[in-house]
């Protein structure tokens, strides 16, 4: 089959790879009819996230029909049924599959020994996201392998089209996610840093759950025309200063709920350059209080929650800790729990309360897949969102 393959630093390639087989009792195998290249995908492009090898399969945000099934999988999933696959791999049994936290499944992740070496813990089973997430080959191919198929799928209906319900798989629930954990209030102001796809489902979702206002930050003009359409007042911060504008339109109080839908996003090497030195100088400095926070981001439980009553504000305060600390604030984060939200996000593109397509600017083959890739990171030809047909 045809499938678009890691190489190394900035060189994806259209190869052709073998087929997959089923491996496993509960794998399922599926052919793939939609597939989007997403943000995250740009870090392994750039190759910020480690344990990629030469041959890895991409992709991790597809759709397709059901063309084989294992034999444990006890009619929950059949042959010719059409899926959208969450990026996230769920056992659906452990622990915290049973509370909702997907994203941190303890069983999903075949390497997990790797990856509670960098994380302090085990993180669930990703799609075409590196061997310290289980290095599951991706769905941007042809055909693909589901382990845990049984849990790990989203049934469609046939009423809506691939576009509509594609992203379902992965930004659309990560957007929700970003707003839900917010703990929108009616009274409040939204700000989202970044108007990439993420940023795009985080203001249709902040809108949803009734903010009174969003307030969207980014520079590329496309972009915040595109976040204004949905409802969002915009900040270009290449012309105006984010935080007196933020100020003006809260009356001086400042934005109740901060996103940040940027990410490790860096234009160029000198400015990876910069951040690795500053973690670099970061990880040297073992004496500082920082190295309380490093311990304890590092020991607690998935899914958990930190709480920092200890006071920082000093001069050391690399990472703002001391604005953090001073003004309360509660930081929420991680991998989006994606079918957690699948039922309720289905349920309101089929009342037409949003098309999750809104946001697809390119329709191109699988082969096309190398440029798009740059295409999308460098935001060339007005782009937003690639959407590609095997
Ligand atoms: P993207 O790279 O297209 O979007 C990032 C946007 O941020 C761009 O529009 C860019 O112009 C803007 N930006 C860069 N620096 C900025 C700054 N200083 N201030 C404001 N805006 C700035 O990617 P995307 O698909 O929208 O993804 C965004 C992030 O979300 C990525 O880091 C991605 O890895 C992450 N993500 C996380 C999950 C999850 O499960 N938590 C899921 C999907 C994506
Ligand atoms: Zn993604
Ligand atoms: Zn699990």
Redo the contacts with the bound molecule.
Sequence with gaps: MRALVWHGTQDIRCDTVPDPEIEDDRDAIIRVTSCAI?G?DLHLYDHFIPAMKKGDIMG??FMGEVVETGRGLNGTLKKGERVVIP?TIICGECDQCKRGFFSVCERSNRNRDLAAKVFGHGTAGLFGYSHLTGGYPGGQAEYVRVPFADKTHIKVPDSLTDEQVLFLG??FPTGWQAAVQADIQPHDTVAIWGAGPVGQMTIRSAILLGAKQVVCIDSVPERLDMARAGGAIVIDNSRESVVERLNELTHGKGPEKCIDAVGMEAHSPRAVEQVFDRVKQAMMLESDRASVLREMIYVCRPAGILSIPGVYGGLVDKMPMGAVMNKGLTIRTGQTHVNRWSDDLLRRIEEGQIDPSFVITHRVGLEQGPEMYRTFRDKQDNCIKVVLRP
């Design positions: 997403c995250s991790h945000e990026f992965d930004i």
